[in-house]
């Protein structure tokens, strides 16, 4: 704990400290909590992203196989070449926000492959597009975790050492300013004693 002056003027920093202190640090509780909540949902749907990718990917094993042509599709059929991202903001926090992606097909012989190749990219098209909505999400929730961490480590800092370390500042100079209050009461009177009695000696000298 910082020396502190046992003065009014210091008094008086330490409890507008005190209510700055006080001020904020509901706001700061408030946003830990939005963050929290925030986190959670996006994590669910990052979960439910992926899920939808996993299904999509199991439906699409099984549609090829019925045709049979495994061979006939690779995934550099399909590759990503532009990915789309807007900007979002969230308790302060800006993210991105995936908007969609811009996919390029690979170059095949449409008269000597199966006609349900084109069907084939549009799901891989499909694919990559939820893998890329997912990466997104994950980055949103790496972004909010960690200003939850700055947030809660602020609020932490209020409620265990800054407010209470300034309301025993607050304690400490009230305690001395009124000890040396009384102090300065008893000396007054001491003082008033001893000059009356001075001139209670002078006025029986006089006699």
Do not use: C, H
């Amino acid at each position: 704990m910082a020396k502190i002056k046992l003065t009014k003027n210091e008094l008086k920093v330490q409890k507008d400290a005190l209510k700055m202190y006080k001020r904020y640090l509901p706001t700061l509780i408030l946003k830990k909590q939005q963050l929290q909540t925030e986190i959670r949902t996006i994590d669910a749907k990052a979960k439910e992203v992926r899920a939808a990718r996993v299904a999509l990917e199991k439906e699409f094993e099984q549609w090829i196989s019925v045709f049979g042509e495994r061979e006939a599709f690779t995934p550099d059929m399909v590759t990503v070449k532009n990915i789309k991202k807007g900007v979002g903001n969230i308790a302060g926090v800006t993210i991105p926000v995936y908007e969609g992606a811009d996919f390029g097909r690979g170059d095949y012989d449409l008269y000597k492959t199966p006609l349900w190749i084109d069907m084939a990219a549009d799901r891989m098209e499909k694919a990559l597009s939820l893998d890329l909505e997912a990466e997104v999400l994950d980055e949103q929730v790496r972004l909010l975790s960690q200003e939850l961490r700055t947030t809660t480590q602020r609020v932490n800092l209020f409620e265990k050492v800054k407010i209470p370390e300034t309301k025993a500042n607050i304690k400490k100079i009230t305690v001395y300013l009124g000890d040396e209050q009384v102090a300065a009461v008893v000396r007054s009177k001491i003082s008033k004693k001893k000059l009356q009695a001075k001139i209670d000696e002078e006025m029986e000298a006089a006699k």
